[in-house]
């Protein structure tokens, strides 16, 4: 059987049961097609964020966030055309229909245009002191922490290159010897890796004012105590789409108030609601940046990530968030370490 035949789905597939078959295929891509499997449209990881983003319940339906006009082709034309045309429109698939619109075949760009490994870069920020992990971090710094056997930076800079990326900037501070050492230029984990030394410490952002020249393109900043299994690809591709000059990943993030809740108009008591539940979307440590964004970073001054992307809002730049639906961990005290290994087989190793 085709492998593509496995991600066709009806439009009542509700968005939950379409991440499990975006996730379960290599493909990242399905296809959403009639009862005679006449093509009605086509699902993305982006477009599933954003139905989250807009508030779709994962129940919902996926015909009410699927592209319902996505670009396709007829079957019967030389294989240069297609080629042409996933290069042209920078398609990853290209769906082929007969004449009734009925799905004969889906091309895949990596399979037709044999793409390159990516040159985007990762600048990982390694340079925090993690003092709230003290006595753990008197001798090392918080990234070189074992989970799994292995330093939490060893296990980012692998799930980076697993998607192709394999230029990393690690911005350094702390007993960064240690980091140094362990790494050096990168060619035994199979990936290059460059230093930024800080004299000081300069925040989530500060660093990257000392890169030692602009990235020609958009790259990625993360913070170097996260364990996640997000797809970059995905991420960068959102980013892409969005064209967006900077992009930041954030967590849904569940708070309940302890008390009943009271609501009034004037003295006039109108409602009480007990111990409620909040949801909001917080930020998760994750980014991606056009080159252009690094003007607004001011030389060798401490300054974080999100006074960032304040300054980009304020002068009017398109800033998008990108929401995590994967496992996502940030290691800041004892108990985040201990649950970090509990987690760490059943997660990187299910």
Not at 17 to 30: G, N
Not at 86 to 100: A, M, S, W, Y
Not at 177 to 199: A, H, K, L, P, T
């Amino acid at each position: 059987m085709e492998k593509w035949r496995e991600i066709l789905i009806t439009p009542e597939t509700t968005i939950l049961k379409t991440m499990e078959i975006i996730d379960r295929s290599s493909l990242q891509f399905a296809v959403v097609v009639d009862i005679e499997h006449r093509l009605l449209g086509t699902v993305t990881d982006g477009d599933i964020r954003r139905g989250i983003l807009r508030g779709f319940p994962l129940e919902t339906s996926i015909e009410h966030v699927m592209n319902n006009q996505p670009v396709y082709e007829r079957q019967g034309k030389r294989t240069s055309f297609y080629k042409e045309s996933i290069r042209e429109k920078q398609l990853k698939q290209l769906p082929i229909v007969n004449d009734r619109k009925q799905i004969v075949n889906i091309l895949f760009a990596e399979n037709i245009l044999n793409f390159l490994q990516k040159d985007n870069i990762v600048v990982l920020m390694a340079g925090g002191m993690g003092t709230r992990l003290r006595p753990l971090t008197d001798d090392i710094p918080k990234p070189m922490l074992k989970v799994g056997g292995k330093p939490i930076l060893e296990t980012i800079i692998e799930s980076f290159k697993s998607f192709g990326f394999t230029n990393f900037m690690l911005s350094v501070n702390y007993k960064k010897e240690v980091i140094e050492n362990y790494f050096q230029d990168g060619s035994q984990f199979g990936v290059r890796i460059q230093y930024i030394e800080e004299g000081k410490r300069l925040g989530t952002a500060g660093a990257l004012s000392l890169l030692s020249q602009q990235p020609k393109l958009p790259f990625f900043v993360m913070n170097s105590d996260l364990l996640t299994k997000i797809n970059y690809e995905q991420l960068l591709d959102f980013h892409q789409q969005t064209k967006s000059m900077a992009t930041l990943c954030v967590r849904e993030y569940e708070y309940q108030i302890p008390y009943g809740v009271i609501e009034t108009e004037q003295h006039r008591l109108v409602s009480i609601v007990e111990k409620p539940k909040h949801k909001s979307f917080v930020n998760a440590g994750i980014y991606v940046l056009d080159p252009e964004v690094l003007q607004y970073v001011p030389e060798d001054e401490f300054y974080d990530m999100p006074d960032l992307f304040k300054k980009l809002i304020a002068v009017n730049k398109e800033v998008s968030a990108f929401p995590l639906r994967e496992y996502w961990l940030d290691i800041g005290q004892a108990a985040d370490y201990d649950k970090a290994n509990g987690d760490y087989k059943g997660v990187f190793y299910d």
